[in-house]
C-alpha cells in the first residue's frame, strides 16, 4: 500500500494546501484548494465563467463550488485498495475527469492538455450480434474472482493520468482507435468504458447490461452505443461503452495519431470543435450529495422531483419528459433497482463562438441492469414513482405519467407501445444469442431470465406478449446469497 501511497504523490506534487486549477476543455473555470480532506472553492477564473456556470448550474452554497465538481468523489473499491477513499486524495492524485474536466496543481500546463474526442466509429467494429470485432491489444485480467480483479484493475490507477470516473462496475478507461485497436486511455483519448465480468453470480454483468441497453434502443431511446467483447475460450464476454458526452472533431474525422503512446503531444489542438459538453446526473443538477448518509444522497426524493428538473433546464422538455417516462418505464419492465439519481443525467452543450448553452437534453440510456438474482417479476424501484417503490399498476403508472405532465390518454398509449416493444424484442434477441452468451450458463440464465420479466410484466398490464417459456429465479439464490455473492448452483434454461 505505502508503495502505491508514493507513486500516486510522486505523479501528482501536491499537498493538502496546493491549489488546485479546474479546466474544461483545457481552459480555467476555477481553483480549489484542500481542507479536512474536503474540496473548498476559491474563485472562479473569470467573470464570464462565474456567470456562465451560475446560470446555469447548481452550485454549492457555502462556496458557490459547482456540484460537478463538488460530487467528484471515489464510490468504488478500487479507491479503497489505492487507500484514496478521500475526495481530496482521489481528485489530487488523479488529473483527467469525466465531460473533459482536468483537475491539477499545474493545470493547465500539466499533460496531457488535449481533449478527449471520439476517434473511431464504433459501428465499423461491431457485428449484426453486437459484438465487438477488433483488438484489445493489452492482458486481460488474470483472475475473474472480484477481489483479485479488483486488485489487478486498481494498479493502472497508478497512473494519474488514466481518467477517473464514478461507478461501482470493476472498470477501465480505453481508446478505441480507427484500425479497431482498443487499448488503455492513459496517454490517448479516452473514448469508452470497458466493464468486466466476475466469477460466481456476476458472471452475466455484461450480458445483463448489453441486453437492457439494446431494448432501450427497441423502444426508440437514444442509447449509449456499446457491444459485447470476447474475452478468451471459457470466458463471460465483457462490456464496451462508448462515451456520448465528448464530440467527434472534424480534424478527428480526417486523421488519427500512428503513436498513441504519445498522442496529447502530437495530436493538433481541436479548433474544429465549436461545442463542448457537460453531463449533468441528477445528483449535481439537484445540488445533492451522492454519498450522503452512506450514499443514500442518490436516492433521495421521487422520479416526479427528477422530472421537475427536467422541465427547469431541457430546451426541449416536451420531448424530455415523454423520454424520461419511457425510461423508467425500461427500468419497471426489466426489473432495474438501480436507476437512481446518478444514473439518468442531461447533457449541456455550450457553443464556444456564441459563449451560451445551446441545447440541454436527457442523455442517452447508460448503465440500465436488472435484478435477475435476488426478484422474481415484482422488485423495488429506486425512486418512487406516483408514491411506490413496489407493486406498481397500470393505474400508478399511468399516475405517475399525469404526475409529469402527460395526459392519461398519452401515458397509456406510451405504456402500451413502450412495454411490447421492450417485450418483443426480448424474446427475438434472447432466441438467438451469440455464441458467448450461450456457451456461459450463467450468461444464458441471466438473459432468459430479463426476458421472463419483461413478459410477466407485459402480462400483468394486459398486453399480448410472444410465446415464451419462463425461466424462474433458481430457487437457491435467495437475496442474502445474491447480496453476499455467493454463487447459485442451479441456474439451468429449459
Given amino acids: 500500500m505505502s508503495e502505491i501511497k508514493t507513486t500516486f504523490k510522486e505523479q501528482s506534487s501536491t499537498t493538502p494546501s496546493t491549489q488546485l486549477t479546474v479546466c474544461w476543455y483545457g481552459a480555467p473555470i476555477g481553483y480549489v484548494h484542500t481542507s479536512d480532506d474536503k474540496l473548498i472553492w476559491d474563485q472562479y477564473a473569470s467573470p464570464e465563467m462565474e456567470t456562465l456556470f451560475k446560470q446555469n448550474f447548481a452550485t454549492r452554497p457555502s462556496d458557490n463550488m459547482p456540484y460537478i465538481i463538488a460530487n467528484l468523489g471515489p464510490d468504488n473499491d478500487i479507491f479503497k485498495i489505492l487507500e484514496s477513499e478521500s475526495q481530496t486524495s482521489y481528485v489530487e492524485e488523479g488529473l483527467r475527469f469525466l465531460s473533459n474536466l482536468t483537475i491539477s496543481a499545474s493545470a493547465p500546463f500539466d499533460h496531457p492538455t488535449q481533449n478527449d474526442c471520439l476517434l473511431a466509429n464504433f459501428s465499423d467494429h461491431i457485428n449484426e450480434d453486437r459484438v465487438f470485432t477488433g483488438t484489445f491489444i493489452e492482458e486481460w485480467p488474470r483472475s475473474l474472482e472480484e477481489e483479485a480483479l479488483t486488485t489487478e484493475i486498481a494498479q493502472h490507477w497508478k497512473n ?41 453470480y456476476k458472471e452475466g454483468w455484461g450480458v445483463n447490461e448489453w441486453l437492457c441497453m439494446q431494448l432501450s434502443e427497441a423502444i426508440g431511446l437514444d442509447t449509449a452505443e456499446h457491444a459485447l467483447i470476447s474475452m478468451g475460450e471459457g470466458k463471460p464476454p465483457a462490456y464496451l461503452v462508448e462515451r456520448f458526452d465528448i464530440g467527434r472533431t472534424q480534424e478527428n474525422k480526417a486523421t488519427e495519431p500512428k503513436n498513441f503512446k504519445n498522442e496529447f503531444n502530437e495530436h493538433p489542438n481541436q479548433q474544429a470543435e465549436t461545442k ?65 439519481r446518478k444514473n439518468i443525467s442531461m447533457l449541456f452543450e455550450y457553443d464556444t463562438q456564441t459563449k451560451q448553452i445551446s441545447s440541454v437534453r ?57 412495454i411490447t416493444g421492450i417485450t418483443d424484442a426480448a424474446v427475438k434477441i434472447v432466441s438467438d444469442m451469440p455464441e458467448d452468451i450461450k456457451n456461459n450458463e450463467m450468461c444464458n440464465y441471466t438473459a432468459h431470465r430479463i426476458a421472463t420479466f419483461t413478459v410477466e410484466k407485459a402480462n400483468s398490464l394486459g398486453l399480448e406478449t410472444p410465446e415464451w417459456t419462463p425461466v424462474e429465479r433458481a430457487r437457491t439464490v435467495s437475496a442474502y446469497q445474491a447480496r453476499h455473492k455467493l454463487r447459485p448452483t442451479d441456474f439451468s434454461v429449459p
Avoid at 450522503?292 to 416536451?318: D, Q
Wanted: with cysteine; proline share 4%; charged share 25%.
Fill in 276 to 340: 463542448q459538453y457537460l453531463l449533468h446526473d441528477f445528483c449535481t443538477l439537484a445540488g445533492i450529495d451522492p454519498y450522503f448518509f452512506n450514499n443514500s444522497g442518490k436516492s433521495k426524493g421521487c422520479m416526479e422531483h427528477i422530472a421537475k428538473l427536467v422541465k427547469k433546464h431541457s430546451t426541449n422538455p416536451g420531448a424530455d419528459i415523454e423520454t424520461l417516462y419511457k425510461r423508467s418505464l425500461l427500468s419497471w419492465a426489466v426489473n432495474d433497482s438501480d436507476m437512481h
Fill in 362 to 418: 436527457m442523455s442517452p440510456t447508460y448503465d440500465v441492469t436488472s435484478e435477475v438474482h435476488r426478484y422474481d417479476n415484482k422488485h423495488d424501484v429506486m425512486l418512487p414513482m406516483a408514491g411506490k417503490r413496489k407493486n406498481l399498476s397500470r393505474k400508478d403508472l399511468v399516475t405517475f405519467g399525469k404526475n409529469i405532465g402527460l395526459s392519461a390518454e398519452r401515458a397509456e398509449e406510451i405504456i402500451n407501445t413502450t
Fill in 160 to 200: 494519474r493520468h488514466l481518467p477517473r470516473f464514478s461507478g461501482s462496475e470493476i472498470k477501465l478507461p480505453v481508446t478505441l482507435g480507427k484500425d479497431g485497436d482498443l487499448r488503455l486511455a492513459n496517454a490517448s483519448s479516452f473514448t469508452h468504458i470497458m466493464k468486466f465480468p466476475n466469477e460466481g
